[in-house]
Nanobody, 124 residues
Framework: QVQLVESGGGSVQAGGSLRLSCAAS?????MGWFRQVPGKEREGVAG????????YYVDSAKDRFTISQDGTQNTLYLQMNSLKPEDTATYYC????????????????????WGQGTQVTVSS
């Protein structure tokens, strides 16, 4: 099984940037970034097919966030630019092992492994 460890969270002012990293080991079909605020369900942000590199984004992340991978190092990244206060959340790296799943769905139940989360706080 893969193990996921996120890093790169922090506090920034609106308009700033952060790059999140997720170190993974083992095979995975798809990896994604999710975020969650207290009292709400986790929501998808971006996903990537590990083998092909095809990427997917939710509307709120398009044109601001970029998901990428370093296959050699088995590392997943999320570059976040033009951050807004509404981006404040705990961000999680997740791995999907079942190819019947679909990255673009951003369905939490289709991801089997999760990191511990890294906090992103954007102040106005």
């Amino acid at each position: 099984q893969v193990q996921l460890v996120e890093s790169g969270g922090g506090s920034v002012q609106a308009g700033g940037s952060l790059r999140l990293s997720c170190a993974a080991s083992g095979y995975t079909y798809c990896m994604g970034w999710f975020r969650q605020v207290p009292g709400k369900e986790r929501e998808g942000v971006a996903g990537i097919l590990w083998r092909s590199g095809r990427t997917y984004y939710v509307d709120s992340a398009k044109d601001r966030f970029t998901i990428s991978q370093d296959g050699t190092q088995n590392t997943l990244y999320l570059q976040m630019n033009s951050l807004k206060p509404e981006d404040t959340a705990t961000y999680y790296c997740a791995a999907m092992r079942n190819s019947d799943g679909y990255c673009a769905r951003f369905r939490s139940s289709e991801y089997q492994l999760w990191g511990q989360g890294t906090q992103v706080t954007v102040s106005s």
